[in-house]
Nanobody
């Protein structure tokens, strides 16, 4: 069984930067795709970014492309999301996810508990 714990959330001003982290325990994640999702108040959880098992391929939602960067450190069993040029609409709880199916569809991922990111206007 895998446990995912996010950290690094907080309050930042518009245009600022923040890096959130997700550390895994209970299972090594080197063979699995990892992703970041976010959920704003009153909205559905949405995809933000994903990275394949090796880190050779990434994909992003259009809303964050060019501003966010996902990366992973398999030696630390950790995935990161570097968020730059933050906007108030980026305010959300950010969740990391692992696709244990071996694919990258994140249909039934294992979720972390989330970390709050708030961007002040």
């Amino acid at each position: 069984q895998v446990q995912l714990v996010e950290s690094g959330g907080g309050l930042v001003q518009t245009g600022g930067s923040l890096r959130v982290s997700c550390a895994a325990s209970g299972r090594t994640l080197t063979n699995y795709a990892l992703g970041w999702f976010r959920q704003a108040p009153g909205k559905e959880r949405e995809f933000a970014a994903a990275i394949n098992w090796s880190g050779s391929s990434t994909r992003y939602a259009d809303s964050v492309k060019g501003r966010f960067t996902i990366s992973r450190d398999n030696a630390k069993n950790t995935v990161y999301l570097q968020m730059n040029s933050l906007k108030p609409e980026d305010t959300a709880v950010y969740y990391c996810a692992v696709d244990l199916s071996g694919g990258s569809n994140f249909i039934r991922p294992a979720w972390g508990q989330g970390t709050q990111v708030t961007v002040s206007s």
